[in-house]
């Protein structure tokens, strides 16, 4: 069981996680159509992760016998100035996702939903991962700066990232996830 603030506040967690997935399809879309295939694949992976996510929480929300609704989501946006831009904004986003989270966990603490808290960790965990992993690739373009040579050198290991999450929900988050081995 858990509080209508609480089903309430998930809800719109899943209107974001489905959000940043969209929003990292037009990116990888972006890249794509400038010819930086690697980071078109990074993207790619990206939007399946935050697939995952959403999906996560919108099982969570009917496993507690509470109701889902979804709602419309914002339209991203299509041009990005640069690389370095495609991952500063990147960037900024999963910092307010981070927040988003945070703001969620507090609301379970305020509701002593004991449950929502531990489900929650994972996400809070994740973002760590997140930021990380942007910070990371931020640094790496800023040692490019201008250097097409060292664009192309990421753009190859940019390709190499894998999917490592479900990509078929059909039998549940649960099932898919043991079926990816996430
Ligand atoms: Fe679902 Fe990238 O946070």
């Known amino acids: 069981m858990i509080s209508d603030k609480m089903t309430q506040a998930l809800n719109e967690q899943v209107n974001r996680e489905m959000y940043s997935a969209i929003l990292y399809m037009s990116m990888s879309a972006h890249c794509n159509q400038v010819g930086l295939k690697g980071f078109a694949n990074w993207f790619m992976v990206q939007y399946h992760e935050e697939m995952l996510h959403a999906m996560k929480i919108f099982e969570y929300i009917q496993r507690q016998g509470a109701q889902v609704k979804l709602a419309a989501i914002q339209a991203p946006p ?40 531990i489900f929650l960790e994972w996400y809070v965990t994740e973002q760590v991962e997140e930021e990380e992993n942007d910070n990371d690739i931020i640094a790496q373009l800023k040692l490019i700066s201008d250097n097409p040579q060292g664009l192309m050198m990421l753009d190859r290991e940019l390709a190499g990232r894998m999917t490592t999450v479900p990509t078929d929900f059909s039998k549940g988050v649960a099932a898919a996830m043991a079926a990816a081995g996430a």
Do not use: G, W, Y
């Open 78 to 117: 299509a041009d990005f100035k640069s690389p370095l831009d495609l991952f500063t904004q990147t960037l900024a986003h999963e910092q307010f996702i981070t927040r988003s989270i945070n703001d969620l966990m507090e609301v379970a603490i305020a509701e002593k939903d004991h449950a929502s808290q």
